[in-house]
């Protein structure tokens, strides 16, 4: 049974929707980000945002790939696939859920990572269901009912703002509240889908559970590199500064992100006749599709930190001033990651997944030793630096890579005055574009479904206040 998914072709307005909806969401999340900044001071946002990226921590580093595993599994298995999703998620979210219950009480034993543990097991009551849901909107995603994820992203965030709304009106907004309405908004993101998808539990095949979970642990550590390479900085100046610096580098992180909204767009554009073409077609339309990134990261980025000493105060009040210095330590970062986006799906697709995996293990190792060397000495600005070391090294070596494998030259990779028309030309399009999603942390995984994914994200997990996920 081969399902919706053999729908090869999807209009390139499916793309458009999909940005839309993660536009919206993220506007979301932005406005309730800001009403929770004024209701919380530094201190108390870092509390929450801290308890928060633990969580996230954990999803991402426990839920062992096997929604990836799922997009290799599943030619014929629709229906199998989508029932061991629901089946599993919650069985791989609870072991992870307890061993990083276990390693957080290690931490706060030897004095390593102080959090509320009250807020902590809150948080932590999530990872089950955002697995889950991670798993489900996958295999939906694989099925062509990608308006159904995108709905549920809609009615979550939607649900998420009202509630942080009325709860700040009535002065009820603390951390431990945050964190709850995150830890809800998991919930509610799976209930939604399973409403929407009514899984087939009878279909449930323990065998292809079993492949799953082995090809899953194989593909494992790239995902776990390229998480760490995203999110360990706000982990380890949670271990060596205080609540208020988490706090002021969580904002200065969740502000930056809006950056990659453009590139983002465009990626959803090129992205099919990337992983549809041959290698030298698909390292044309990298080249070309990357210059345009450039372009878009340079203005994107350059005109965030222009605006951002207005901007940051004016949105989140005074007592955040401080974050625009972190933004723009992280802003060669910024610009480094969101303009080598493109160049990553190529090498996902045509290269090994040792080497994949290697570029993003090289960062986090990177970014780790400068964050114990300049954290102590400059906190959070020095934690920016550490992260746009990670990402610098990330990007330059994906685009050494890709030039000697191609045999592009580098400076194809830079963009004149001709891309600007190329890409006004593309978005007007009306040809159908053949739609895949390829996560990029993992090697040599294909989908029809009409979307793609960011940063290894094929679907939507709980955001925290601020949008991060």
């Known amino acids: ?47 929450s945002a801290l308890a928060i990226a633990v969580a996230g921590a954990t999803v991402s580093l426990g839920f062992l790939s096997v929604e990836q595993a799922h997009v290799q599994l599943w030619k014929g ?36 990572l102080d959090v509320h543990p009250g807020i902590l097991l809150l948080a932590l009551a999530a990872v089950p269901a955002s697995v889950t849901g991670l798993y489900l909107s996958t295999a939906l995603v694989l099925d062509a009912r990608v308006s159904l994820v995108n709905r549920a992203m809609v009615w979550v965030g939607v649900l998420q703002c009202v509630v942080t709304f009325g709860m700040a009106l009535t002065g009820s907004l603390t951390p431990g509240s945050v964190v709850a309405i995150w830890s809800g908004s998991a919930f509610a993101m799976l209930l939604v889908l399973l409403a929407g998808a009514r899984p087939a539990l009878r279909r449930r095949d323990p065998t292809l559970a079993r492949q ?19 999110r360990l900085d706000v982990l380890v100046l949670g271990a060596l500064a205080t609540p208020t610096a988490v706090g002021l580098y969580a904002l200065a992180v969740t502000v930056g992100e809006l950056t990659r909204i453009p590139t983002e767009a465009v990626r959803g554009v090129f992205l099919p006749r990337q992983a549809e073409g041959d290698r030298a077609a698909s390292a044309d339309v990298t080249a070309v599709a990357t210059r345009v990134s450039v372009a878009l990261a340079a203005v994107c980025v350059g005109g965030l930190c222009l605006v951002a000493p207005v901007l940051i ?28 986006r493109q160049i990553g799906a190529y090498l996902i697709k045509h290269d090994r997944p040792f080497v994949v995996s290697a570029l993003p293990t090289v960062a986090v190792l990177a970014n780790a030793g400068a964050n114990l060397l300049l954290i102590p000495r400059w906190g959070l600005i020095g934690c920016g630096l550490s992260a746009s070391l990670g990402f610098t ?43 895949v999603a390829v996560p990029e942390h993992s090697p040599r995984q294909r989908s029809t479904a009409g979307t793609t994914a960011t940063d290894g994200d094929l679907v939507a997990t709980p955001a925290d206040p601020d949008g991060r996920r």
């Open 1 to 47: 049974m081969t399902g919706r998914h053999t729908r090869p072709h999807a209009p390139l307005g499916q793309a458009a929707r999909n940005a839309a909806s993660r536009i919206l969401v993220v506007g979301l999340n932005a406005a309730a980000g800001i009403v929770t900044a004024r209701a919380l001071n530094p201190d108390g946002r870092g509390i």
């Open 313 to 340: 105060p004016l949105a989140y009040g005074h007592d955040f001033a401080d974050s625009v210095h972190a933004l723009y330590a992280l802003g060669p970062g910024l610009f480094m990651v969101q303009a080598g």
């Open 393 to 435: 090294l990330m990007t330059v070596g994906q685009a050494v890579r890709f030039c000697r494998t191609t045999g592009v030259r580098w400076h194809r990779l830079l963009p004149g005055p001709g891309d600007v028309v190329l890409v006004r030309r593309r978005l007007a399009s009306r040809r159908p574009a053949t739609a």
């Open 212 to 230: 799953a979970l082995a090809l899953g642990v194989r593909l494992h550590p790239g995902s776990v590199a390229l998480y760490l390479t995203y």
């Open 77 to 112: 298995r629709r229906d199998a696939v989508i029932a061991n999703s629901v089946l599993l998620g919650p069985a791989v979210g609870a072991v992870a859920a307890i061993v990083g219950t276990a390693v957080v009480w290690l931490g706060a034993h030897f004095g390593v």
